[in-house]
């Protein structure tokens, strides 16, 4: 005679619960970091395809235009002249709409207006360096005629800063230029540049703490080429840096 059969319930005990709980919690603290690593990789790598396409962009208007450059228009306060500003521009070479925007880009002003104003908003992730422009240079301050703003006066396209990341908050995240010269406050501060930098470009949107030597963000050069690159490899003074383009051919 086959013996009886038991109706035993075989659920999960409470150590044995704790113990899966645990093994899922360990497998998400492994995971869920490494795609969130994953993806901001790939917004890294895209934000380099961006920068790049705007760098060529560039260079083909330039080529065009007999080597002249275009120029930075958009404002950081005060008048704009969207005429000769590089985003209405570098259209001709490029879909400025899909590039113009960094995968990258935190910033609110897309939609909410800029600081200290009720229909400013932001434009551009991507930001031009003033030494390159025939109006806001500060050679161009002095003498306009002596503006880096056209291929034939950069000594080395390689070396030279071109595009790079704005800030997405305060007066400096609707405008399409960064001012170098007032990163420098003398030999007596050496660790102010980044601080002051900051005011004006997005320094770690690829890692690190902004206002540091050591935040890294993505750069595009006038030759075409593109970087991800520590500030300190950027910047360092104004005899150690890659925005004037005498002292990066020098580099």
């Given at each position: ?59 083909q208007y330039a080529v065009a235009s007999k ?185």
């Amino acid at each position: 005679m086959p013996p009886a059969r038991t109706n035993r319930h075989h659920g999960f005990t409470l150590i044995e619960l704790v113990i899966v709980t645990a093994i899922l919690a360990m497998l998400a603290a492994i995971l869920v970091p490494s795609l969130q690593s994953m993806a901001h990789r790939s917004k890294v790598t895209k934000d380099l395809v961006n920068l790049r396409s705007l760098q060529t962009a560039h260079f083909q208007y330039a080529v065009a235009s007999k080597g002249k450059f275009a120029d930075a228009g958009l404002a950081h306060g005060g008048l704009k002249n969207e005429q000769i500003a590089w985003l209405n521009l570098v259209g001709e070479y490029v879909e400025i709409d899909d590039v113009v925007r960094s995968p990258l880009d935190m910033s609110m002003h897309w939609t909410v207006p800029i600081e200290g104003t009720t229909d400013r908003f932001r434009r551009t992730s991507y930001g031009w360096n003033n030494y390159l422009s025939r109006t806001h240079s500060p050679d161009a301050a002095i003498d306009p005629r002596a503006a880096v703003d056209r291929l034939s006066r950069v000594k080395s396209t390689s070396k030279t800063v071109h595009f790079l990341h704005m800030t997405g908050t305060g007066s400096f995240a609707g405008a399409d230029h960064v001012h170098v010269e007032n990163w420098w406050i003398g030999d007596s501060q050496p660790d102010v540049p980044p601080i002051l930098a900051a005011n004006h470009v997005q320094t770690n949107v690829v890692s690190g703490d902004a206002k540091t030597y050591g935040a890294r963000s993505n750069y595009g050069f006038i030759d075409g080429h593109v970087e991800t690159l520590y500030f300190s490899d950027v910047y360092q003074r104004p005899d150690r840096n890659r925005f004037d383009p005498e002292v990066a051919a020098r580099g």
